[in-house]
């Protein structure tokens, strides 16, 4: 997949073994550290980056859901369990980020 984000880039250009690190410990946390099924962990991605307010994880983690094919109405739904935890205005930035505003 191609960087979302001009700034990994040229993170991964000016430490790219801090970069490999990285992408290592999430393989192994993301693929082969538990049960959950592909789509069922990039949801909680999403609701954790979400939650956070860390738009460029949630952005790269939505193109990276809909890759695996977690749908627009599973992601809605991830992002509507914020209102009652995280509120309302949590909620509208990450639904308007996953709507590409």
């Given at each position: 997949?191609?960087?979302?984000?001009?700034?990994?880039?040229?993170?991964?250009?000016?430490?790219?073994k801090?970069y490999?690190?990285?992408?290592?410990?999430?393989?192994?946390?993301?693929?082969?550290?538990?049960?959950?099924?592909?789509?069922?962990?990039?949801?909680?991605?999403?609701?954790?980056?979400?939650?956070?307010g860390?738009?460029?994880?949630?952005?790269?983690?939505?193109?990276?859901?809909?890759?695996?094919?977690?749908t627009?109405?599973?992601?809605?739904?991830?992002?509507?369990?914020?209102?009652?935890?995280?509120?309302?205005?949590?909620?509208?930035?990450?639904?308007?980020?996953?709507?590409?505003?």
């Amino acid at each position: 997949m191609k960087d979302l984000h001009p700034i990994f880039s040229q993170l991964k250009n000016e430490f790219p073994k801090v970069y490999e690190k990285h992408m290592q410990l999430g393989r192994e946390i993301h693929m082969e550290s538990g049960p959950l099924d592909e789509k069922t962990r990039w949801l909680i991605k999403i609701a954790i980056s979400a939650a956070t307010g860390h738009t460029r994880a949630l952005e790269t983690h939505l193109a990276k859901a809909q890759a695996a094919g977690v749908t627009d109405e599973q992601i809605s739904h991830a992002l509507l369990l914020l209102v009652p935890s995280c509120g309302f205005p949590a909620f509208m930035e990450a639904y308007s980020t996953s709507k590409g505003e």
